[in-house]
C-alpha cells in the first residue's frame, strides 16, 4: 500500500524557515517525480516544485525560487524513503496545507500525480 505522510507545518512567523518531510512507502518511487503543492484557504491548489528521485533535478515555481528548496534524503532504490521541502524567509502568502504527491511524469498539474500525502498545514504569522 503506497503511503506518503507529510510532517513538520507548523505556525512560524514572517522570516522564519521550515522544513517540511515527506515520507514515501509501499513501492519502490526510483522512477517518480516527487511534487510539492500548497493550498490556501479558498484558492485551488497550486504546484511548488519537484524533484526527479532518480536524478535529483528539481523544478520550482518562479514565486519561490530561491526561498525553497526540494531534496531527498535517501538516493538508493529502496521502498521507504523520504523527501524534503526547506522553506526559508517565509512570507505571509505561504500559508497553507502543504501536500506532497507522487507521479510517473515531469509535471506542475496536480492531475498528473498518482498519490498524496494527507498534508500539513503551515501558517506564518506576522
Known amino acids: 500500500q503506497v503511503q506518503l505522510v507529510e510532517s513538520g507545518g507548523g505556525l512560524v512567523q514572517a522570516g522564519d524557515s521550515l522544513r517540511l518531510s515527506c515520507a514515501a512507502s509501499g513501492r519502490t518511487f526510483s522512477s517518480y517525480h516527487m511534487g510539492w503543492f500548497r493550498q490556501a484557504p479558498g484558492k485551488e491548489r497550486e504546484f511548488l516544485g519537484r524533484i526527479n528521485w532518480s536524478l535529483g533535478l528539481t523544478t520550482y515555481r518562479d514565486s519561490v525560487k530561491g526561498r525553497f528548496t526540494i531534496s531527498r534524503g535517501n538516493a538508493e532504490n529502496t521502498v521507504e524513503n523520504t523527501v524534503y521541502l526547506e522553506m526559508n524567509n517565509l512570507k505571509l502568502e505561504d500559508t497553507g496545507l502543504y501536500y506532497c504527491?507522487?507521479?510517473?511524469?515531469?509535471?506542475?498539474?496536480?492531475?498528473?500525480?498518482?498519490?498524496w500525502g494527507q498534508g500539513t498545514q503551515v501558517t506564518v504569522s506576522s
Open positions: 504527491a507522487a507521479g510517473q511524469s515531469s509535471s506542475d498539474r496536480a492531475s498528473a500525480y498518482d498519490y
